[in-house]
């Protein structure tokens, strides 16, 4: 049941440096476009804002003026910014504001720039600073990741003496603990907080540097990160990243809500990247589109034969060291195709060039960002692999699991909280689930769902069980509500700084 629109609406902004559609480079992106999405069908008045960048094409999204010349602190300089504003969303829109400096974000990626710090701590201060000339205030910000840590430390410092800013509280987000934004200790400087400070984590462990996200983590009124299990991993030295003892402090205020996705968009019966639309009832769609995918991806159209299917970052996080040794040990002894769309690190591309080389019958490497692919991908795999070293929540073993391709996975984040291990028994569980990061481990797990692939029955009942799973956003975005309401009704009893 939806709450009022009217009794108790909340006013949220969402601060975040990448929004799909607008600008992607991961998972932060889908999150800040969607979530503001279900929080305006539950009736809160949520707005969005972030960074102008080049691929942002304010023909293409419609972009306008909101506020032509704002003036923002920035250290010892100002610098001038102009406010856009667009909006995302069908039945009910939900505003974006752009933040238009073409010096700071007038390139064409989002991040990876020496000056990274000044370019979002000048995010940060102008989504405050716009705010009286929007003549709208919020009773939550919600920061995401190091690019907004700074916000909560700012209004409890610099901004707090102005009644307006005072009872705004804060709510963040770790999307990926192992991004911290971490710069030489001149940067307080640009901060405008010389007069407080270093703050303890820094001290500790980051000696003379400054750490943008240990100060969103000490500052805000609660933290959140995108998954149960990942928000009890990180208070480990194993996953603290160096910020669980701080983590451990704020222990009382941390919570694990997972992420939703947007299953109107993520859907196999509309998806017009596929070859074939199909659901449940009718998954001989589903093998239209693996014929379709062999037939891209230049292997034999074997429709007995399972593809097992990735998607990802080339990254170390991802488990890439024993994802390749395991294909060996697979690709050798089992009668089975294999798919990769990745970019990243160059030594992992060079081990799937080479795995291609040594199995072409069997394996395609596709070492390139292709959204269109990756859905052609979902929709005409068998398996979906991820045996990440961590994940914080992930979203691609729920696209997978929507588009009837069981995920076989490690056991920790995200993937612990979303992928039960499937019981051949009673024929409960999601998919197929590891533990030990080793290849052994993840063979093992592997072989299992292959097993269950050789008795057809069984595998479809286990394949229309997943697509049936609700991965929206509503349930999350009802959790989120639960939180800023805690911290509205709470401000100044959550935490309490004195200077």
Known sequence: MSESPTAGALKILLVAAEVAPFAKVGGLADVAGALPLALRALGHDVRVVMPQYTQVDAVQHALRPRVADLAVPLGETTQQVAILESTIGRAAEVPVYFVCNAHYYGRPEVYAYPDDDERFLLFCRAALEMLPALAW???????????????????????????????????????????????????????????????????????????????????????????????????????????????????????????????????????????????????????????????????????????????????????????????????????????????????????????QARFPNQVAAFLRFDAPLAQRIYGGADLFLMPSRFEPCGLGQMFAMRYGTVPVVRKTGGLADTVRDYDPATGAGDGFVFTRFSPDAFLEAAERALALYAAPAAWRKLVQHDMALDWSWDLSARQYVDLYRRVTNDRGRVLSFEF
């Not at 910020?243 to 993520?266: K, M, T, Y």
């Not at 399972?306 to 080339?314: D, M, Y």
């Not at 769309?341 to 799937?352: D, K, S, T, V």
Request: glycine share 6%; with cysteine.
């Open 137 to 355: 205030w919020p009773d939550v910000i919600h920061c995401n990741d190091w690019h907004t840590g700074i916000i909560p430390n700012w209004l409890q410092t610099i901004y707090r003496k102005d009644p307006r800013y005072a009872r705004i509280a804060t709510v963040y987000t770790i999307h990926n603990l192992a991004y911290q934004g971490v710069f030489p200790e001149s940067v307080l400087a640009r901060t405008g907080l010389q007069a407080y400070g270093r703050i303890a984590p820094e001290v500790a462990h980051f000696p003379g540097q400054i750490n943008l996200m240990a100060r969103g983590l000490l500052y805000a009124d609660a933290i959140t990160t995108v998954s149960q299990q990942y928000a009890r991993e990180i208070l480990t030295p194993e996953y603290g990243e160096q910020l669980d003892s701080l983590l451990r402090e704020r222990q009382a205020q941390v919570f694990g809500i997972v992420n939703g996705i947007d299953v109107d968009l993520v859907d196999p019966r509309t998806d017009p990247h596929l070859a074939q639309p199909f659901d449940a009832d009718h998954l001989e769609g589903k093998a239209a589109n693996k014929a379709a995918l062999q037939q891209e991806a230049g292997l034999p159209p074997r429709p007995d034969v399972p593809i097992c299917g990735a998607i990802s970052r080339l990254a170390a996080q991802k488990g890439f060291e024993i994802m390749v040794p395991m294909l060996e040990q697979l690709l050798t002894t089992h009668d089975v195709q294999f798919v990769v769309l990745a970019i990243g690190n160059p030594g992992y591309e060079a081990q799937f060039r080479q795995l």
